[in-house]
């Protein structure tokens, strides 16, 4: 506290006000000030302060940026450490930077130029008709068994533990599938709770180790026992699904040499963690990047959910499955639109819904799906971008190979950055011109704003009093006004006067929103949909049933000599990190953690330098050594980009792929 207390000394009523009354702005489990809907008690966790600093700071003097030389070495935490962007830029090719311009010459400039779950996205839409948690976390506190596969929420969602705890406390057993023992899945010290604090709190019951990307063949085989056995609820998969003959077919065929192979598990735990399912009335599973993160990612996702329908945990309190999110704006910035391939509400974009949503905005709208973030670099590798305006986004960090990626973006005649701090990505040399569009952030925000969380409590997010960052103007400001300088004539059908204009808005074109319009102060939320979605088992699919998927794993056997590496995140936000060691594992940016056999085999000890490999390039670290599965390495990112491969996709979603077969050499 005395570190957040330091980096807020410039406006310190201002961070208590927005601790105080804000909503968290940093994953999604959701607050209003220091409150949540699950428990009483304080809600406060480093995630929130550490990104606190980011509101409060002061402006950056722009001459910073008129010479991108001096700022480029930087790293992205000294980027942010210069304050926040103050006023409008641009950078003309040819110039050395970016020079102060008007906000009326930015906007003039923009006219005449002309977005991790999308995985659980795309299988839960097409399995059960709702891309969202079907519980709230109230139902952790009273399940008899919680699943968490491919997700460390005490490091990126920590005060999930402090419900983890009271579970507990009724009975509650957390099992964890995953190939790393993650020490804070493993024990857990809840700061909020004394007892904890005092003595640690024992999280997980059962851990089942599997290979990298193996989850899919472990789920699988889950199911292959529990309907060799007649363990699956028949009344429920009868009255409520359609499908499942096919996945019991391709089942029976399946061998339990792949299963295995593929899985990194064996028989036994399989078949362990089978009893344990049939054992448990109610079960939620919980899953995040590590699962949706591969290029099989939707198809495991729809293994889940095979699972959890085979059991008929859908639809009923204190059962469920939960895609946990780490990021506040990911849950409700889909349902609204801000995706590729859907329109707000969900609706695919199709010439049928274009001409829906044309109706209801009395404009036409494009009928073909947008790009992904990947296919976007594809694009402007090609030359087929005039334009690419980045709302908060960067690229540069997040993306494999990226100096492939710098190389695309110098290709796009016209980018446009619009952000609150200064990142790599502005500084790539410009074809014509780059320009900064300086934001406000959500407490700043004109009318206040929303958050929706994980469990789909639409909250209220009050604009907070305090001081301002020069000429920075609220986010949605900007594309208005932007957007009424390129159509005129259609001003009128898109301006809006303030938060609640919008909120208005989201009312009358997504159904499911509604009790948005009426939030107006600290406190105002609604849950759609309720408590439990899909309650009874009826699904929100043209036949009210959900939908079982077959789904085949892919081949995971590595040739001799190579690891299966996959990407971790430490104390960060996206890639902004803000510690360089993480507490939890004592692992810092650049250790590669690898199991003690394998430290073995290649001499390595602990801190022994290594390079990591691939086919694409490579990176440097140390060696920690870990309990982890043996052939697999984890290894932080963004510092891991250099290693991934571009344009591996997953087919159904195009998130690429943040794993890679790689080489461990010792010595570097």
Same mark, same amino acid.
């Given at each position: 506290?005395?570190?957040?207390?330091?980096?807020?000394?410039?406006?310190?009523?201002?961070?208590?006000?927005? @601790? !105080? *009354?804000? $909503?968290? =702005? +940093?994953?999604? #489990?959701? &607050? /209003?000030g @220091? !409150? *949540?809907? $699950?428990? =009483? +008690?304080?809600? #406060?966790? &480093? /995630?929130? @302060?550490?990104?606190?600093?980011?509101?409060?700071?002061?402006?950056?003097?722009?001459?910073?940026?008129?010479?991108?030389?001096?700022?480029?070495?930087?790293?992205?935490?000294?980027?942010?450490?210069?304050?926040?962007?103050?006023?409008?830029?641009?950078?003309?090719a040819?110039?050395?930077?970016?020079?102060?311009?008007?906000?009326?010459?930015?906007?003039?400039?923009?006219?005449a130029?002309?977005?991790?779950?999308?995985?659980?996205?795309?299988?839960?839409?097409q399995?059960?008709?709702?891309?969202?948690?079907?519980?709230?976390?109230?139902?952790?506190?009273?399940?008899?068994?919680?699943?968490?596969?491919?997700?460390?929420?005490?490091?990126?969602?920590?005060?999930?533990?402090?419900?983890?705890?009271?579970?507990?406390?009724?009975?509650?057993?957390?099992?964890?599938?995953?190939?790393?023992?993650?020490?804070?899945?493993?024990?857990?010290?809840?700061?909020?709770?004394?007892e904890?604090?005092?003595?640690?709190?024992k999280?997980?019951?059962?851990?089942?180790?599997?290979?990298?990307?193996?989850?899919?063949?472990?789920?699988?085989?889950?199911?292959?026992?529990?309907?060799?056995?007649?363990?699956?609820?028949?009344?429920?998969?009868?009255?409520?699904?359609?499908?499942?003959?096919?996945?019991?077919?391709?089942?029976?065929?399946?061998?339990?040499?792949?299963?295995?192979?593929?899985s990194?598990?064996?028989?036994?735990?399989?078949?362990?963690?089978?009893?344990?399912?049939?054992?448990?009335?109610?079960?939620?599973?919980?899953?995040?990047?590590?699962?949706?993160?591969?290029?099989?990612?939707?198809?495991?996702?729809?293994?889940?959910?095979?699972?959890?329908?085979?059991?008929?945990?859908?639809?009923?309190?204190?059962?469920?499955?939960?895609?946990i999110?780490?990021?506040?704006?990911?849950?409700?910035?889909?349902?609204?639109?801000?995706?590729?391939?859907?329109?707000?509400?969900?609706?695919?974009?199709?010439?049928?819904?274009?001409?829906?949503?044309?109706?209801?905005?009395?404009?036409?709208?494009?009928?073909?799906p947008?790009?992904?973030?990947?296919?976007q670099?594809?694009?402007?590798?090609?030359?087929e971008?005039?334009?690419?305006?980045?709302?908060?986004?960067?690229?540069?960090?997040?993306?494999?190979?990226?100096?492939?990626?710098?190389?695309?973006?110098?290709?796009v005649?016209?980018?446009?950055?619009?952000?609150?701090?200064?990142?790599?990505?502005?500084?790539?040399?410009?074809?014509?011109?780059?320009?900064?569009?300086?934001?406000r952030?959500?407490?700043?925000?004109?009318?206040?704003?929303?958050?929706?969380?994980?469990?789909?409590?639409?909250?209220?997010?009050?604009?907070?009093?305090?001081?301002?960052?020069?000429?920075?103007?609220?986010?949605?400001?900007?594309?208005?006004?932007?957007?009424?300088?390129?159509?005129?004539?259609?001003?009128?059908?898109?301006?809006?006067?303030?938060?609640?204009?919008?909120?208005?808005?989201?009312?009358?074109?997504?159904?499911?929103?509604?009790?948005?319009?009426?939030?107006?102060?600290?406190?105002?939320h609604?849950?759609?949909?309720?408590?439990?979605?899909?309650?009874?088992?009826?699904?929100?699919?043209?036949?009210?049933?959900?939908?079982?998927?077959?789904?085949?794993?892919?081949?995971s056997?590595?040739?001799?000599?190579?690891?299966?590496?996959?990407?971790?995140?430490g104390?960060?936000?996206?890639?902004?990190?803000?510690?360089?060691?993480?507490?939890?594992?004592?692992?810092?940016?650049?250790?590669v953690l690898?199991?003690?056999?394998?430290?073995?085999?290649?001499?390595?000890?602990d801190?022994?330098?290594?390079?990591?490999?691939?086919?694409?390039?490579?990176?440097?670290?140390?060696?920690?050594?870990?309990?982890?599965?043996?052939?697999?390495?984890?290894v932080?990112?963004?510092?891991a980009?250099?290693?991934?491969?571009?344009?591996?996709?997953?087919?159904?979603?195009?998130?690429?792929?943040?794993?890679?077969?790689?080489?461990?050499?010792?010595g570097?």
């Open positions: 506290m005395a570190k957040v207390a330091v980096e807020n000394r410039a406006h310190p009523l201002y961070a208590w006000r927005i @601790l !105080r *009354d804000g $909503t968290c =702005d +940093g994953c999604a #489990l959701g &607050t /209003v @220091l !409150r *949540d809907f $699950t428990m =009483d +008690g304080i809600h #406060l966790c &480093t /995630v929130r @302060l550490n990104l606190l600093k980011l509101n409060t700071m002061d402006a950056m003097d722009p001459e910073a940026l008129s010479d991108v030389r001096n700022v480029s070495g930087l790293s992205s935490a000294e980027m942010r450490n210069l304050g926040r962007l103050g006023y409008p830029m641009v950078w003309r040819g110039t050395p930077g970016y020079a102060r311009i008007t906000w009326d010459e930015a906007l003039n400039l923009a006219n130029a002309r977005l991790c779950h999308s995985a659980s996205t795309v299988a839960m839409k399995a059960i008709g709702v891309a969202a948690s079907t519980c709230s976390y109230k139902d952790w506190i009273g399940s008899d068994l919680i699943v968490f596969m491919g997700s460390d929420t005490a490091n990126n969602q920590p005060v999930t533990t402090k419900y983890l705890f009271y579970a507990k406390k009724k009975g509650t057993r957390v099992a964890v599938v995953n190939p790393y023992r993650e020490p804070g899945m493993m024990r857990y010290w809840v700061p909020s709770v004394v904890s604090v005092l003595f640690g709190t999280i997980c019951d059962e851990y089942y180790s599997v290979q990298t990307g193996g989850d899919l063949a472990f789920l699988n085989g889950v199911l292959k026992v529990l309907i060799e056995r007649g363990q699956v609820d028949r009344a429920y998969i009868d009255a409520h699904t359609t499908g499942f003959d096919g996945v019991e077919q391709a089942l029976r065929e399946s061998s339990w040499s792949d299963i295995e192979g593929n990194g598990a064996s028989r036994a735990d399989i078949e362990r963690f089978a009893d344990m399912l049939a054992r448990a009335k109610n079960v939620i599973f919980v899953w995040s990047m590590g699962v949706t993160q591969h290029r099989h990612g939707v198809d495991t996702v729809h293994a889940i959910i095979n699972l959890a329908l085979a059991r008929g945990i859908i639809g009923r309190e204190f059962s469920g499955v939960m895609p999110r780490g990021h506040s704006g990911v849950q409700g910035g889909a349902e609204v639109g801000c995706v590729p391939n859907v329109f707000p509400g969900g609706r695919p974009v199709t010439s049928e819904s274009a001409a829906e949503m044309a109706r209801a905005w009395g404009f036409d709208v494009p009928s073909t947008g790009l992904s973030a990947a296919e670099i594809q694009a402007a590798e090609r030359g971008i005039d334009v690419l305006w980045s709302a908060g986004g960067n690229f540069l960090e997040t993306l494999p190979e990226p100096d492939h990626v710098r190389a695309a973006l110098a290709r005649p016209h980018r446009i950055h619009q952000d609150i701090v200064v990142t790599s990505q502005m500084l790539v040399e410009p074809r014509e011109w780059a320009l900064i569009l300086p934001a952030t959500r407490y700043e925000t004109r009318g206040g704003g929303t958050e929706t969380t994980t469990e789909r409590q639409i909250i209220f997010s009050p604009e907070i009093p305090g001081p301002r960052p020069a000429q920075a103007q609220g986010e949605w400001e900007i594309f208005m006004k932007i957007g009424e300088r390129v159509r005129p004539d259609r001003a009128h059908l898109i301006h809006a006067d303030g938060g609640a204009d919008i909120r208005a808005e989201i009312a009358r074109v997504v159904p499911s929103y509604a009790g948005i319009e009426a939030l107006k102060r600290k406190g105002d609604v849950q759609w949909g309720g408590r439990i979605l899909c309650r009874d088992g009826v699904f929100p699919t043209e036949d009210r049933r959900a939908r079982f998927a077959v789904v085949r794993p892919p081949e056997a590595l040739p001799d000599g190579r690891f299966m590496m996959s990407t971790r995140r104390k960060q936000f996206n890639s902004m990190v803000h510690r360089a060691r993480d507490p939890l594992t004592g692992a810092v940016r650049d250790d690898i199991s003690a056999a394998d430290a073995g085999v290649l001499g390595l000890r801190g022994s330098p290594v390079i990591v490999r691939s086919g694409t390039g490579e990176m440097r670290g140390r060696a920690k050594i870990a309990d982890i599965k043996p052939r697999n390495v984890q932080h990112w963004p510092e980009q250099p290693v991934l491969k571009r344009g591996v996709l997953d087919p159904q979603c195009g998130v690429p792929d943040y794993n890679a077969v790689v080489e461990i050499i010792p570097a």
